[in-house]
């Protein structure tokens, strides 16, 4: 292409300098002849002139063809002047009188017959109209004539009549090779001066060429690229995917792509900065660009997405072989000079004509295989897998409808009682979330929390909770509480603090009546923004509760490093503790150590009589569970049913209470719903 161009400029630029030199040779031979046509005219008036004055009857000859001897001996010195080598003289009808070759010999006067412009009719009737008529000759092999000359006819005239034509030979081979010398100097100077003007435009054409060459080049890398790493992008990926399946069509063998995510990479982003992030994705994209073989590509598809395509594939092996060493690469932390990141890598990968028939689906698939790896555990890799795509597609389709439950307000509240460990006190109520969807029905938390957390719709979520459990319990009458189970990322949110404020203010609960339930593992990452955020909460009056403890590391170095008021024992403890000495001692100790940091107790999950007798017996402050009331939508709570007060009063021992809690709160019927 470069080459083209050059090759062709040079040859434009010739074939001007070309075309330039033949017009102005075609111009210089049309002027020379006209420089030496006037010439010769000039010359032959001037001689005839000279001859009509000086030549005596010369009237004589032209009219009557009468030679005189005066005018024979004058007319012969007339023969060779300056240019003029020879003449003829014709009457006025255009025949022949005299020839000068025949002034030496009086007897051949007049027998040389020859015609005015040697037979041209058309030169014959312009000279005997009375014009001059010049024709150029060349000499040729006849030694007697010049190498050029002109033959003039010049009509000579009396009284304004025409009285015969003159015809004058003009050597002109002085003059021409004068006029030529002229020329060939002008001819070679503009030459030279247009030789000049083309180099110079030829190289300033030559620069603008290659200026817009390199522009031409850096939008075509630009369209095909990914800058910061230098891969490709996108669409030429798609490209790429595109040739591949074509060349597969055609009988060539089968190939995959890899989906490659770097995880965690947001938190090399956000705690390292941007410039450590480039360079990690940078120093990836040469790592992946390390492992793959001629004919294969990799790709930036934006973020930290990456792929491979991987071509020449002739079993799955090949496949997981790549993807194992891509895992193992990444897997090396990176090296960021004074900084060390550590971003490992999860892959997803489809083969063509396998998983699927067309290189968008073929990339869906790797990227649903990818999904997979992230979801297992990332780092590791995973093959694209067709239930999984039905799970997918089904967690999506859920996803979007969550999005709508919230805007819908299909989010209802139930609240499950708890009571002093006497089993009748009521001392307030967990609100817990059911989702009324439109088609599927009353929905538990567990099928829709974890993926409002994974959306971040926990966030409005939680907040819905929150406000609507706030304005509820803000109408229980005296110092009932209401728990309300918080999710990490609320945790983590800087203005969580502010928004318990502001909808303490709206509902007008008192904070202390309000609790917050928050579990071990959201503690683990134990950053200072946790501790703030708790504290806070904690002088504002709001009580913090440790959930579902002893399911996690059930640290009570938390207890004490935290300000909790309450601590839950897990459910999975209260099974077990009226029949396990083993559970029994654990509990009872739990029960005391946290007494012993001012942390009072409730026990989760009691369905038998043989359990709440168990946690009072350890001491336990609060109880929770089935057996003592089912969660329950707000208009059946416990307090608002009819003669609840009077069974809180009067029953004071533990067995009939709690049968008779069996009975009034319903704990051994199902939930109204779900
Ligand atoms: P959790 O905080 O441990 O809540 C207690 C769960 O145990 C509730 O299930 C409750 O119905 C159930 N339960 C109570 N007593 C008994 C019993 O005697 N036996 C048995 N087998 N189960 C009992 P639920 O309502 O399905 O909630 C499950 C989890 O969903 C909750 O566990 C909590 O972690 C979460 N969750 C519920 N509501 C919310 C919410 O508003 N926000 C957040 N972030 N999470 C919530
Ligand atoms: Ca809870
Ligand atoms: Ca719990």
Not at 135 to 141: K, M, S, T, V, Y
Request: negative net charge.
């Amino acid at each position: 292409m470069k080459n083209n161009v050059l090759l062709m400029l040079v040859l434009s630029i010739c074939a001007s300098i070309v075309i330039a030199v033949v017009v102005m040779m075609g111009v210089m031979r049309h002027a020379s002849t006209q420089l030496l046509e006037s010439d010769a005219e000039h010359t032959a008036v001037s001689w005839a002139e000279f001859v009509s004055r000086s030549v005596p009857d010369l009237d004589l000859l032209l009219e009557q063809g009468e030679l005189t001897e005066r005018a024979r001996t004058q007319l012969k010195r007339f023969r060779h002047v300056e240019e003029v080598f020879r003449f003829k003289m014709f009457n006025r009808e255009g025949e022949t009188l005299l020839v000068s070759d025949d002034l030496d010999d009086p007897a051949g006067i007049g027998s040389t017959k020859s015609s005015i412009g040697h037979n041209n009719t058309k030169v014959r009737s312009l000279v005997l109209n009375g014009n001059n008529v010049i024709l150029l000759e060349r000499g040729g092999d006849n030694p007697q004539r010049p190498d050029l000359y002109s033959e003039a006819y010049v009509p000579v005239e009396r009284d304004g009549q025409m009285i015969g034509v003159v015809e004058v030979y003009v050597d002109q081979s002085d003059r021409a090779a004068l006029i030529s010398t002229a020329f060939n100097v002008v001819a070679g100077a503009m030459f030279v001066l247009l030789s000049i003007f083309g180099l110079i435009g030829g190289s300033v054409l030559l620069k603008r060429l290659k200026a817009e060459r390199l522009a031409d080049e850096r939008v075509r890398y630009l369209a095909y690229h990914d800058v910061l790493s230098g891969l490709m992008n996108r669409s030429s990926f798609n490209e790429a995917l595109y040739r591949a399946a074509q060349s597969y069509r055609e009988g060539g063998a089968t190939f995959s792509v890899l989906c490659v995510d770097l995880d965690h990479f947001k938190n090399v982003n956000d705690s390292m900065g941007h410039a450590a992030g480039d360079e990690v994705l940078r120093q990836t994209g040469e790592r992946l660009r390390s492992l793959v073989r001629h004919g294969d590509h990799v790709a930036r598809l934006g973020g930290d997405e990456f792929a491979i395509l991987q071509t020449d594939v002739h079993s799955p092996d090949d496949v997981s072989t790549l993807a194992q060493r891509v895992v193992e690469v990444l897997d090396i932390s990176f090296d960021l000079g004074s900084e060390v990141a550590h971003c490992k890598g999860s892959v997803g990968a489809a083969i063509f004509g396998t998983d699927a028939m067309t290189t968008d689906s073929l990339l869906h698939k790797a990227d649903l295989a990818l999904y997979r790896s992230k979801l297992f555990g990332r780092g590791i890799f995973s093959f694209y897998d067709e239930e999984l795509d039905q799970q997918v597609a089904e967690r999506n389709t859920l996803a979007m409808a969550l999005r709508a439950a919230i805007d819908d307000e299909q989010f209802r509240l139930h609240y499950q009682p708890q009571f002093a460990t006497d089993g009748t006190t009521l001392k307030g109520y967990e609100a817990l979330v059911r989702w009324e969807h439109p088609t599927l029905g009353l929905q538990m938390p567990d099928k829709f929390i974890p993926l409002a957390e994974e959306t971040g719709l926990i966030v409005p979520l939680g907040q819905w909770v929150l406000q609507a459990a706030c304005a509820e319990a803000a109408q229980w009458p005296g110092e009932l509480s209401v728990a309300v189970n918080l999710s990490a990322i609320q945790l983590r949110r800087d203005d969580l603090v502010e928004e318990v404020a502001r909808t303490l203010d709206a509902s007008g609960l008192p904070a202390h009546r309000l609790e917050l339930e928050i579990t071990e593992s959201m503690l683990m990452s134990n950053t200072a923004q946790i501790t703030q955020t708790l504290n806070r909460l904690n002088s504002m009056g709001v009580r913090i509760a440790m959930d579902d403890f002893g399911t996690g590391y059930s640290s009570m170095a938390y207890l004490w490093r935290f300000p909790f008021d309450k601590l839950k024992i897990d459910r999975a403890f209260t099974e077990s503790v009226d029949k396990d000495s083993k559970v029994s001692l654990v509990v009872k100790s739990i029960i005391s150590l946290a007494h012993s940091l001012q942390i009072r107790v409730n026990a989760e999950g009691i369905e038998t009589i043989g359990q709440l007798e168990a946690l009072r017996r350890h001491e336990c402050d609060e109880v929770q569970g089935y057996m003592l009331g089912r969660p329950f939508p707000e208009d059946q709570l416990v307090h608002k049913r009819e003669g609840y007060a009077d069974i809180s009063n009067s029953i004071t021992t533990l067995k009939p209470l709690g049968k008779r809690c069996i009975n009034l709160f319903g704990a051994a019927s199902r939930p109204p719903a779900g």
